[in-house]
Each structure stands twice: as C-alpha cells, then as structure tokens.
C-alpha cells in the first residue's frame, strides 16, 4: 500500500533541490508521476521538467501542458519553492520584499489558481505547501522571509476551509533548519559560518540540522490517503527546536 491511486500526478515546485528533490524522489519510488517545477531543473530525477520561475503565469500554463500531455489533472501538489532575503524591514528596499512575495507566497497562489479547479472537477486532491517555523517564530534579519512564510501558513489554513467540501485537504508542514544548498547560500552570508553552523546545530535538541528527507517524508505523508482525515492542520519538523524555550545541551551547568 502506497496511499496514492495508480493515475495520481503530482505537480512539485522547487523540485531540483532540497526538500522539492527528496519528495520528487519518494513519490516517484511509490509509483506516482510528477511534473517538477524549477529554474534549474536536475535531469537525473525520472521527473517530468517545467523550468520556470513560479511567480510567473506563463510557468503555470506550461504546467497544465504538461498535465494536459498526460491526459489527466494534477491530484497531488506541493509548493515549496522559496527564496530569502537577508535584512530587517529598514535593510530591505521594494524589490526584496516585492521578490520575496511574488515567489513565496504568490508562487503558491498561481500554482493553486492553475490546479484546484481540476481537482474541483475530479473530486479529489491533496495539496501541502512548505513553510516554515519562521512562520510563526521570530528570526533575526529575515523580516521579508519569515512574513512571508506566516502568509503561506495562513494561505493553507484558508485553502483548506475553502475547499474541505470539494475533496481537497491542504495542509502545511513548517521545518526547521534543512542542510540543503537554499541553507548554505544562507550560511554563507555569515560573518563567521562555521560558528553560525554549529549554533544552529546545538540548538535543536536532537543535536543536528534536518536533512531534506526528514522533511520530505513528512510532505509525502500528508499527500496521501494515509493522512485522509487531516487538512488545515500544520506539521512542525524542526529537530526539537520549538520545543523548548532553553534547551541545554549539558555543557551549561544547573
């Protein structure tokens, strides 16, 4: 039992990396197909490649081709494609946040116009968006990021109210820190990374960053028929790190 339906299709954004790739990956070795969305596809995934940017209606058009090719409508669909501006509110100017906006919340708004009429039409679908505990924590320098993460949560809880009766669960999964290149870019802009690095590691009481399939698992999970009784609800992965307000890791004394 996979809990997907043999002509279940998957749409997939931010699919060439990351958390995108490892759900790609894991659908694909439960027998669903997949269309994966991104501006830098990976060709060794055994996916179907829309290369575009999802804040564009032009990448959505090309995605109901591809469905259209395949000759039924997408059932399964995860928007996790993402980027990230460092800065506080007074750092970042107009095109930051407008960037910001446009791919992280706005990517998903597209990508659900474009596929939830024809799983309106088939009864049925399942649709998780990737957000992020920054959705409902507080984190330095990234205002643009974290503001948009709360709307996608948001936009999850809506869209699930909205379409309950139509057959269609959305929910939304919120990690913590994922090691994947979107992260190391990330780190990278640190005065000192390696020591930036190992904060973040210690701070999660399971003592180590997510890896992307931790996550993906996660996600998979949620689109299938084996969470059938769960929509609007939001999946924290983060390694422990909400869980506590002062983990101590030992070292600290009483």
């Known amino acids: 039992m996979t809990g997907f339906l043999e002509r279940d299709l998957a749409v997939v954004t931010g699919a060439g990396s990351g958390v995108g790739r490892s759900v790609a990956t894991i659908l694909r070795s439960r027998g669903v197909d997949v269309v994966g969305v991104d501006t830098s596809p990976d060709e060794s995934l055994d996916v179907s490649w829309v290369e575009g940017d999802v804040a564009a209606n032009s990448t959505w058009n ?6 259209a090719e395949r000759e039924r409508g997408a059932t399964l669909l995860v928007i996790n494609a993402a980027v990230v501006h460092v800065g506080s509110v007074l750092d970042l100017g107009d095109a930051e946040w407008q960037h910001t906006l446009e791919v992280n919340l706005l990517g998903g708004v597209r990508a659900m116009r474009a596929l939830l009429p024809g799983m309106q039409r088939l009864g049925r679908g399942s649709i998780v968006t990737v957000a992020s505990v920054d959705a409902f924590m507080a984190e330095q320098g990234l205002a643009a990021y974290c503001s948009s993460k709360g709307a996608l949560l948001q936009l999850a809880r809506c869209s699930a109210v ?4 139509d057959g269609i669960r959305v929910n939304c999964v919120c990690p ?5 290149p979107f992260f190391r ?3 990278a802009t640190a ?4 020591r930036f690095l190992e904060v973040r590691k210690q701070r999660n009481p399971l003592g180590r960053l997510l890896m992307p399939e931790d996550v993906a698992e996660t996600v998979v999970f949620l689109l299938s028929d084996a969470s059938a009784g769960t929509t609007g609800a939001q999946f924290t992965v983060d390694a422990g790190l909400t869980a506590s307000f002062d983990f101590r890791t030992g070292d600290e004394g009483a």
């Open 162 to 165: 909205d379409f309950a009766r």
């Open 176 to 180: 913590g820190v994922i090691d994947t």
């Open 191 to 194: 005065s000192d990374p390696e």
């Open 185 to 187: 870019r990330h780190l």
């Open 62 to 67: 090309a995605v109901l081709a591809a469905c």
